[in-house]
Structures are given as structure tokens and as C-alpha cells.
């Protein structure tokens, strides 16, 4: 990208055996050569990127649309650092590569939380170079949804066959939940028949840490 250039065209004196015309020097001419290569970073696609939290990722593909006069650095970040990750968070193109895309993977991270789908961007820095031409040229951020993979549950094992005898034998169950939790979660427990069989604990209480 090197902008309009302007050159002139010469005509020297001209060769004619007519010598009204033998000699003469015709006006010179100034062109302009207008550029068509104005500098640019394309990024593919804009918006729509959808991530899992866990085992689905997408990219973005990444290319300049000129040769740099000087190496260009753009560096990649998301607005939520906790649920989305890039890989690599900065790319350099140079003379050499100028015209490859180059690719960054975008990945949910797997938190535990049901904290439900959520929208993002990856935020594009403007670009750091010593071509004035890319230096501070800021391109389009891009937009994307990641979906959640926790949602709010109970697990018990073994649900089933559970016995006890009247000799005092106990057996013992287990409770989880299937995503953390932001709070305490508390579950009351009762016997059916005090009678025939008590339990060891009146409430289970399940927090963030266990």
C-alpha cells in the first residue's frame, strides 16, 4: 500500500525529414498511478462464532491486505476472560506471509457453573507497526455465543437394592449435584417409618467447595 504515485512521461524532440516538425519538442505529460492495494485486515467471520464450553471450538482467520513495509502485531482478547479462551492471543504478519491467513482458535472453558449461554466478543486491539500505513489500524471486533454444558441437578447412588437388617446393619448412599453451585444448597432428609429404618443426618448441605 503505497498510495497515488505520480510520474511523468518524456517526449523528446521529434526526427522528421519535414523540418516544420524536425526538432520540435512536444509537451511532457504527469500520470497519476492510483493505488489499488489500500492497507486492511480482514477478519472472517464478524459474528455467529458458537463455542461449547467443553469439546466444540471455531475460529477466525485472519488476513492483511497489502504488503507491510514493516512487521504488523495484532493482539485478540474476550470480554469474559472466565468462559472464553484464544489460542494464540497475538499474530504477526510480515512480507513474507502477508497474503496466508493466519488462524485463531476460539474454546469455551469448562467452569462447573449453570450459569446458562452467554454472548461475547473478542475484542481486536488496533495493530502495532512501524508502517504508518497499519500502525493503530483498528479492525472489527467479533461477536459469538458460548453455550453452557452444566445444568442444575441431583445425583443419589445407588438409587436402588439399598437393605439394612434389624440387627442394626446400615448402608450408605451418596448425593452430588451436576453443576457447582453459587450458594449453599441444603436437602432435608426423612424416613418414611422412623420405625424401620432412621438416618444418620436430618439435611445434607452441598456448597461450591465439595
Do not use: C
Amino acid at each position: 500500500s503505497d498510495g497515488d504515485q505520480t510520474f511523468q512521461v518524456f517526449l523528446k524532440p521529434a526526427q522528421s525529414s519535414d523540418q516544420n516538425y524536425h526538432g520540435m519538442d512536444p509537451p511532457d505529460l504527469t500520470v497519476i498511478n492510483i493505488n489499488t492495494d489500500p492497507p486492511g485486515i480482514l477478519i472472517e467471520p464478524i459474528s455467529g462464532l458458537r463455542v461449547f464450553e467443553k469439546g466444540v471450538i471455531d475460529t477466525l482467520s485472519i488476513t492483511i491486505l497489502s504488503i507491510p513495509s514493516a512487521p504488523v502485531s495484532i493482539d485478540f482478547e474476550v470480554d469474559i476472560p472466565g468462559e472464553v479462551g484464544l489460542d494464540p492471543s497475538t499474530i504477526t504478519f510480515t512480507d513474507a506471509n502477508w497474503n496466508v491467513p493466519q488462524l485463531v482458535i476460539v474454546k469455551g472453558i469448562d467452569d462447573d457453573f449453570d450459569d446458562g449461554d452467554k454472548a461475547f466478543t473478542v475484542i481486536t486491539s488496533p495493530a502495532r507497526s512501524d508502517d504508518d500505513e497499519y500502525n493503530q489500524y483498528d479492525p472489527t471486533d467479533v461477536t459469538g455465543l458460548v453455550l453452557d454444558n452444566d445444568g442444575a441437578g441431583f445425583l443419589t447412588y445407588p438409587q436402588y437394592n439399598l437393605s439394612v437388617s434389624e440387627n442394626g446393619s446400615s448402608v450408605e448412599f451418596t448425593v452430588l449435584l451436576t453443576s457447582r453451585p453459587k450458594s449453599h444448597v441444603i436437602i432435608p432428609l426423612y424416613s418414611s417409618m422412623p420405625s424401620e429404618g432412621v438416618l444418620s443426618k436430618k439435611w445434607i448441605v452441598i456448597n461450591e467447595d465439595n
